[in-house]
Nanobody, 125 residues
């Protein structure tokens, strides 16, 4: 059973916005770097964005300037604000926690340890 739970996905028109959440009632999200990954139909998983324990962030080139990752430690939650959505942003979005806690940096270029079950994002007119 996944300890991380994603929510906020849905169907949106091109140019629209969604905010995804990654939360847990049993796992300390605040202590770990969190990675958002997406998987489009027929394609491999792609690292989209990450945020470190201290708030350092990284983004894939394809989403820079459109997506923003953030933390709310009071809610033990990481958000992915997605603006100016495009059809190519369609896919299942997963959040994952890094293998070890308290990392001051993060990368989108390697797998993380604990995964959620994903939330579907569909961008279509």
């Amino acid at each position: 059973q996944s300890q991380l739970v994603e929510s906020g996905g849905g169907l949106v028109q091109p140019g629209g916005s969604l905010r995804l959440s990654c939360a847990s009632s049993t796992f300390n999200v605040n202590a770990y770097a969190i990675l958002w990954v997406r998987q489009a139909p027929g394609k491999e998983r792609e690292g989209v964005s990450c945020i470190s324990y201290i708030g350092d962030t990284n983004y894939a080139d394809s989403v820079k300037g459109r997506f923003t990752i953030s933390r709310d430690n009071a809610k033990n939650t990481v958000y992915l604000q997605m603006n100016s959505l495009r059809p190519e942003d369609t896919g299942v979005y997963y959040c994952a926690a890094d293998w070890e806690p308290y990392s001051p940096r993060c990368t989108i270029r390697r797998p993380y340890g604990r995964w959620g079950q994903g939330t579907q994002v569909t961008v279509s007119s």
